[in-house]
């Protein structure tokens, strides 16, 4: 079995075994990384950001930014960068050719492997990928906040994470990705990019896209899946709680609002960037990793604000498809018609009058009010997840709070292991 | 302009002028034919069944029989035979190399340049093309029905058809599909094959098929459209009146339930030969000759009693889809169901024990009834259609009769022209 990735790179996996990982931390200089990092750093090393095998050189940094791509010509959107402070870098008196240990939260996380220390010019970096550099820009703001001095080179995990529920059961590397779809039989697999909780107009959404990517089948050999990654990183107050969104999407499988052969609910870890167009190329170069042969991309998508386009992702992605080894499918507004009496589309329902669009803030009151809406609006088996993982998981509220930031249940943990000391 | 169709050849029309036609047929040996072969005359002229340009010769029909193609190669899987009494042939002294002219209903019609007379197996036909020689297959009946010489030569329109009203509205040639096609901007058009009045599972049928063939598309720059191609022969008592078939799909777009913008009306003259997968391979390239990119095929496509299998159609036009310039979409069984509260495809939705399924029969008896059905059953605007052709062309009923198959209105009538004796 091969896996290619973006790019036509194979995926590699940079994991360790346990008892090889003991052996190979000890005496390592120590870093410990705030969560971002932690889960880049897993991201990388399972392969979900294929071709990279580690945070970005310089030189990726620069051709990222001026032409989208990395210095070997892959399309690339997105710097993955390890910043680190001066003094602190100092302090620990790494240089180009040690390995270090990354840890998290007290554990060992990861080796990496530093090839080398850079200087970058933020201000340059937000303007190439946010199009701004107002720190009001979500990203931008992340991207100034970094320290001063980066570092590059590949990391190696040595201590898996221990996912858990209910992230255990949607936790998948992207070769399991990729085995669970040829165990599924799919040829075709789309890919749904999602941090929320499903109404039906994201349900319909979905089931467009399949027909778009359920190409040349016949009938009798279904062979056509739909992927709902959601994306688990950076909360914010007012977001759906990320237990809500996972166990939400799967309930329409469950219920089988979609036959559970055609349906599939997994995440990765990744701190939305808000980079609209750029993050789309990103998602684009995430899901091909995944296995997926086709992604799904709406209005505004993965955007903020007014700072770009609506349809700026599509032109973005049509201007590089060619070197994309997944099939962007544009997908149009869903609403509710009461003429029609269903969920229906933008580009085939004409009564453009009498439409009821879905507007988060509809959708969100509905659920603030605690009363079952139509099933033509939000499943009630849905809106019944949602109510139990507010109960269960978010302190009495389907979104995020304070409370929930502070105390939620962590997603994984890290087991201790004994480090030698430097 | 160039118009391309069916096996990449070019589509010709033959078609003379008034004042030419009138030359020419001045003393011609005359041929009253029957309506399905004054129908196959005009779709020949026009160029429906590009790259034919008049009835076969044996050599095409040997091919097409054995291997499903013209003797040129070129994909083709239903003999378009001219039949005629020997005796008749006798009398009227007709000889290869003759021209004659065929007159339908005391008018003339079309010049027939005689290339060639011929005897045909009628039962090899049969087995080739239907797979059983059980005359209680329509297209059985018919084909042995046919009288026993056969006569082969292209033929040319000299007495272009008055289409009456509503047939006016949805009448175009092939050049004029494909103009019509252009100026609405499309760039993919995905066929309907129809005799039927629209309930909303057809209506979904359509609109999967349109996310289906809307391939690469940017959302801000729509370029698919629906051809509901209805078509219109050959009435069995209890079809759908064929006036109802075309009022009721145009209904789904005067109100609006599909955007004009993405949606057409038309019809072609052609007798069903509910021959099944063969049907379907001849549809594929009768959509082609209209600029169709994409076709619909559904279950049991243009067949009859259990001759054929579900999905038959399907794996024939796989087997040949290469050599076919338009790409088949499988269209997958839309249904009813209570618990998603809407109409949802067999693909996706899992409720497969509370689905209802829309029968044939179902539809029909809520049309008897008279009593408005469900707007998620059948359109109340396409109800009332069906009602008002009733009332103004079936003689109080939507469904054909012995009344409606003697005494309906004609769809064309043609100019009555002097012709001078042979």
Not at 160 to 166: T, Y
């Amino acid at each position: 079995m091969t896996y290619i990735g973006h790019g036509g790179k194979p995926i590699v996996e940079r994991v360790l075994e346990k008892e090889k990982a003991k052996d190979a931390i000890q005496g390592l200089t120590q870093i410990p990384v705030r969560r971002q990092i932690a889960h880049e750093a897993i991201s990388l090393s399972y392969g979900f950001f294929t071709p990279l095998e580690g945070f970005m050189k310089w030189e990726d940094v620069n051709t990222v930014c001026a032409e989208m791509r990395l210095s070997d010509g892959t399309v690339w959107s997105i710097p993955i960068l390890f910043d680190i402070n001066a003094e602190k870098l100092k302090e620990l008196e790494i240089k180009e050719g040690d390995s270090v240990l990354l840890t998290y939260i007290d554990a060992p996380l990861a080796i990496m492997d530093i090839e080398e220390i850079y200087d970058c010019d933020k201000l340059t970096v937000c303007q190439a990928v946010y199009g701004t550099a107002e720190t009001k820009h979500p990203g931008v703001r992340r991207t100034m906040e970094c320290e001063d001095k980066f570092l590059a080179g590949k990391v190696t995990l040595v201590n898996e994470p221990k996912f858990n529920e209910p992230y255990k059961t949607f936790w998948m590397t992207p070769k399991q990705h990729i085995d669970a779809m040829k165990e599924k039989g799919w040829e075709h697999m789309v890919a749904h990019q999602t941090r929320n909780v499903p109404h039906t107009g994201h349900e319909w959404l979905m089931k467009g896209a399949w027909f778009a990517a359920n190409e040349d089948l016949m009938v009798d050999e279904l062979r056509t899946g739909v992927l709902v990654n959601c994306i688990i990183g950076e909360k914010r107050v007012g977001d759906y709680i990320d237990e809500a969104i996972l166990l939400a999407h799967n309930k329409l499988n469950e219920a089988r609002y979609f036959r559970p052969d055609v349906h599939m609910v997994t995440f990765t870890l990744w701190d939305m960037r808000y980079a609209g167009p750029r993050e789309a190329i990103f998602h684009s170069a995430l899901r091909t990793n995944l296995g997926c042969t086709h992604h799904m991309f709406g209005r505004d998508h993965a955007g903020v604000g007014d700072y770009y386009d609506t349809y700026a992702a599509h032109h973005l992605l049509k201007s590089v498809k060619d070197d994309l080894r997944i099939k962007p499918v544009f997908v149009l507004e869903w609403w509710y018609c009461p003429v029609c009496a269903e969920v229906t589309c933008s580009a085939l329902c004409g009564h453009t009058d009498e439409k009821q669009k879905f507007s988060g803030t509809l959708i969100r009151s509905i659920i603030m009010d605690g009363v079952k809406p139509t099933r033509l609006i939000l499943r009630p088996e849905v809106f019944d997840t949602v109510m139990e993982c507010a109960e269960k998981y978010g302190f009495g509220s389907p979104f995020v709070t304070e409370k929930y930031l502070a105390e939620r249940q962590p997603i994984f943990t890290l087991e201790k292991m004994e480090v030698g000391k430097a």
